[in-house]
Structure formats: C-alpha cells, structure tokens
C-alpha cells in the first residue's frame, strides 16, 4: 500500500470511531429523556432555569438545595369582612370610623345617601384584611339602610353618646333593628366622647355606666367607652373584633371603676 493510501485509510478510521461515539451518546440521551418508566410514562427534559440577578440570588448559607428560578408572583388575595356601625345622629359614628381608618388616603370612601363606607387594610399572621366599615346614618330616612349594612356583617358596633341618655335609651331598639338581618354577628356596645363624659358628675357618670352595663348584658355584647379626641379605646376594639375572628392569643383587661373608659364583659 502506497503512504497515501495509508493516510487515507488512517483518516477514514478516526472519523469512522468519532461518528460512532456521537451516535452512542446521542441515542443515550434520547433513551434517557423519552424513555419508558416501567408503566408506560414518558417524560421531557426540563430547561434550565434563567439565572436570576445578583440581588435575587438566596444567601449562601441556605444551603445547597436553593436553586436560581425566576418565579411571578402571584395577584395578593384580601380577606374582606364587613363591620356596621349603627346609632343616632351626632354621637360621633363617623369622627370614630375616621380615627380608625387613618390617612386621609385611606379615608377616601363611598358615601351614599344614609350611608358611608370605609376600608381599613392590614395583615395578620401574611394573611392581608379588609375591615369593610360600614356607618349607617342615625336619623329615620336612613333605616332601610340598616339591611344591606347589617347583612354578612361579622361585627355589629351599637353606639351611643356618653354624654346624651337619650341615645343611650335607643340601643336596646337599634340592637333589635340589626338582629333581625345577622343573627350570628359580634355585638359590642361603644359609648362615645369620654372625655365629655369624665367631666360630668360621678353620680351622673354611675348611673349612665349602670345603664350601659345592663344594655349590654340584654345585648350579649362587649361594653367599651371610646373617645376619638384621645384616641381612647378606637384602636382596641377593632383589635378585640380581629382577636374573636382569627382565634388570636390576645385578651383585653375588664375595667369598672368609675371615671375611667369602661371596658365590661
């Protein structure tokens, strides 16, 4: 054989080996994505995943399971739960409502005609609320509102002002008015403006807390005294109504003495 036809012959041989290693690892590769399990599945090779940015990466600490992937975050879910306000006028409804609520950003509500609507958003335990505040106005036109406001409500909030015992005489009728639209919602009983009312006489402010406390005891519902002025109590009571919803390992402290904000359960 010529020296050319040996290098020929040597050439074609090591392309020959090449072709054949392709082919083996190439049909490896296909029996290892595409084939069978056993029970007739079939599986596909995933595609790695986009390497996220320095910023993004997980600490290296964590350990070596974390793996790079770029999740989209899913659309936050709210949890919303509705809370009527019901009582005379001008006891202070709204002046309340708007202390809770806050900024004037969050104040921005719907009002309707006998009523007005307010959102409080927060988070318990990642879970994001919406406290659904409705404020039902207090004169006679405005009573076919009470329905729709009270419907689905998990708290009813019956209010009076501290300071009139007329408003207080019409709890008993204002609680009946949403007990017969929810049967099953929190009652509480809020006497507003004590901070008017630790300036009347103690005999006065004994007999009004005797009052509150018996129309309490007929409603089943927790007493508090609030005052918006102050921020006496608002904060509270919302927290008490997220407490008995969620189960949370919070309580709050009985208090009947006599010139401070009664809390009475």
Request: proline share 4%.
């Amino acid at each position: 054989m010529t020296r050319l036809g040996q290098t020929l012959a040597h050439v074609e041989a090591r392309w020959f080996g090449l072709i054949r290693s392709l082919f083996r690892v190439v049909w490896t590769r296909l029996l290892s994505c595409s084939g069978g399990d056993g029970n007739g599945r079939r599986y596909r090779q995933l595609k790695p995943a986009a390497p996220t940015s320095a910023a993004a990466a997980p600490p290296a600490d964590e350990g070596a399971a974390a793996v790079n992937a770029t999740v989209e975050a899913e659309p936050e879910e709210v949890l919303s739960l509705k809370i009527s306000l019901l009582g005379d006028c001008q006891i202070g409804k709204t002046s309340f409502m708007i202390k809770y609520v806050g900024d004037l950003e969050e104040q921005k509500g719907l009002e309707m005609t006998g009523l007005n609507l307010m959102d409080k958003i927060f988070v318990i335990k990642g879970a994001t609320i919406a406290f659904r505040i409705w404020d039902v106005a207090g004169d006679e036109q405005s009573l076919d509102q009470v329905p729709i406001a009270c419907k689905d409500a998990v708290a009813i909030l019956i209010m009076f002002d501290l300071t009139s015992r007329c408003t207080l005489n019409n709890v008993i009728c204002w609680h009946q008015r949403a007990r017969k639209w929810n049967k099953t919602a929190i009652p509480i009983l809020i006497g507003t403006k004590f901070d008017n009312f630790a300036e009347l006489p103690l005999e006065m402010q004994w007999m009004i807390v005797n009052q509150a406390r018996a129309c309490a005891r007929a409603m089943k519902a927790t007493l508090f005294f609030s005052s918006t002025t102050h921020n006496i109590n608002v904060n509270k009571i919302f927290k008490f109504i997220a407490a008995k919803l969620f189960n949370l390992p919070w309580t709050i402290e009985r208090n009947l003495t006599i010139g401070e904000p009664i809390i009475d359960f």
